[in-house]
Every structure is written in C-alpha cells, then in structure tokens.
C-alpha cells in the first residue's frame, strides 16, 4: 500500500513549490566523541535553483541533545543528479545552547520520480568560543510531494 501511495503521486522535487520530506541519519565528528544524529528534514523548492531546507535531528549521546538547522541551498540540476553549496544557521545544544552558522553542500540522486536519495556535507561554525565546530556528515531519503 505504502509502494502504492507513492507511485500515485506525480509532483516532482524538481518542480518550484514542490515539498520534499524524509529521514536523515547524521554524524556529527569533532565534538569530543562522534555523536551519532537522527532527525527528519523538509525541503521547499522556490524556483529552478533556489531551496530551503528546515531541519531537526535528536543528537544521540551522553545527555541526548538536539540540533535544529535551516539551510539555503543553490541547486545545479545535473539531470538525475543534482549537488548544491549550502548556508544557514544552527543551534543545538552539544554541551550546551549555542547559535553558529552552517557552511557545507551535497548531492541528490533520483531513486524514482517520488524519492530521491541524498548526502551532504557541512561545518558548523559555532559562535561561543567553549566548543569545537562540529563537521557532520548525513545521509537520507526524501519522498516529494
């Protein structure tokens, strides 16, 4: 049924003011330990290159914490591939609260018109001097709508 519901929507992540949704497993190195993140992300596509990419990801370590982003990607469509530069801003609570900025970018593959499979790649420029600047590696699937 899940396959089913899937195959019956039609819109494209491609598609300005298309939606995509899906999970993410992140790891976050350069933190003291690498921390293992597992969170879900939302993408909103303005226009042919420009997009938005909301997220929240539950930190699990000592202390379970959470981190929530917001990234501005610039796509270049490749055909079934796409990679894009990424900025926004972060904060999370490694230690303790801190806002920082996110620098990094990553690639989309097609799996079908409805899914595609992604991996990116960013440092988390921390503004409190306490910490290191965290490099998280992520993975995960979106499903558009």
């Known amino acids: ?46 226009d042919n290159n420009w997009r938005l990419e909301p997220s929240v990801t539950a930190l699990l370590h000592k202390g379970c914490s959470i981190d929530f982003s917001c990234d501005a990607h610039y796509v270049f469509d490749l055909g079934v591939v796409r990679v894009y530069p990424a900025a926004g801003i972060v904060a ?38 306490v910490r290191s600047n965290p490099v998280v590696l992520s993975i995960g699937a979106n499903f558009c709508f």
């Open 92 to 129: 999370n609570d490694i230690g303790k609260w801190a806002a920082g900025l996110n620098l990094g970018g990553g690639i989309d593959f097609n799996v079908a018109n409805v899914v595609e499979l992604t991996a990116a790649l960013k440092w988390q420029a921390m503004l409190d001097d």
């Open 1 to 46: 049924m899940v396959v089913a519901a899937l195959c019956a929507v039609t819109a494209s992540a491609q598609e300005p003011g298309g939606w995509t949704l899906g999970p993410r497993l992140s790891i976050y190195t350069n933190t003291g330990d690498t921390v293992l993140g597992v969170g879900a992300v939302g993408r909103y596509r303005f």
